[in-house]
């Protein structure tokens, strides 16, 4: 199986030399990194390692405004033109261990997309204070009751997906940023029939760098759910699987 893994980073410097390392050891898996100018040079040390792993690793330099979602709508649409089954999504700050990556490609045998949970048995979060647990288990209790999607962890940012129920997304009338965009595709893919299956992660807390949370993200998070369910999209429900 062919994957290739799309990397949206900013300021992540010491970060992803570490996760490419990492991501190289699984044969079959590429890298796109999508770079939004980082001004500590992580765009510079992305073109190093696509030099060191030729093939493999590949960049992305955006030079429009920056943004976590607008990056994987770049980022995705030219992955999406390239000859692979499974495409991932993953943070650069080694939240997400790339040791699991095989748990997750394994799994879209059964399904459209797989999420790395947080939130089944055998998922783990690693270094979060109390606050910050609480915040992410209120947060997916509020956007599962409104979306009424079934998945345990809806905000998980390390994901897989057949390439084909990738393409079946309309990506570009996506209209969220932040964590919302993650909400955002994973309702819309249950809206167009997608199997979503979820395996267990460890999330481990960043150590290098700093989280690009802000309170905008925060706010667009709360409206989000709201304006998913009251969209024209919410109505389509195609049935079975986008093959
Ligand atoms: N290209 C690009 N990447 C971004 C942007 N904002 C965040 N990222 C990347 O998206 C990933 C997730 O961002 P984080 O800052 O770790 O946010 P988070 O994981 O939601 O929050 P924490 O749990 O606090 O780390 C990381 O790889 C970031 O470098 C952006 O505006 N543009
Ligand atoms: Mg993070």
Not at 95 to 123: C, E, F, K, N
């Amino acid at each position: 199986m062919s994957a290739l893994v799309v990397i949206p980073t900013y300021n992540e410097r010491k970060n992803l030399p570490v996760l490419i390392e990492g991501l190289m050891a699984h044969v079959g898996v590429r890298v796109l990194v999508v770079d939004d100018q980082s001004p500590d040079g992580t765009g510079q040390v992305a073109d190093e390692l696509s030099a060191r792993f030729p093939g493999r690793v590949s960049v992305l330099h955006r030079t429009s405004k920056r943004g976590f979602g607008r990056s994987y709508i770049d980022g995705m649409t030219q992955a999406l033109s390239e000859p692979v089954d499974v495409l991932c999504q993953m943070d650069a700050d080694l939240s997400h261990d790339p040791r699991q990556l095989p748990d997750l490609l394994a799994a879209t045998a059964h399904a459209d997309v797989v999420i790395g949970s947080r939130y089944v048995p055998g998922g783990a979060i690693v270094n979060w204070p109390m606050k910050r647990r609480v915040l992410s288990r209120l947060a997916n209790t509020y956007i599962r009751t409104v979306t009424r999607l079934s998945a345990r962890d809806c905000t998980s940012g390390y994901r897989c997906w057949r390439k084909s129920a990738l393409a079946s997304l309309p990506l570009d009338e996506f209209f969220s940023d932040g964590y919302s965009f993650l909400v955002e595709m994973l309702f819309v893919a249950a809206r167009r029939g997608c199997r979503i299956a979820e395996v267990p992660i460890t999330f481990i807390e960043r150590r290098e760098g700093e989280s690009k949370v802000s309170s905008a993200v925060l706010i667009e998070s709360a409206i989000t759910p709201w304006r998913l369910i009251g969209s024209p999209r919410s109505a389509q429900k195609t049935g079975g699987s986008p093959r």
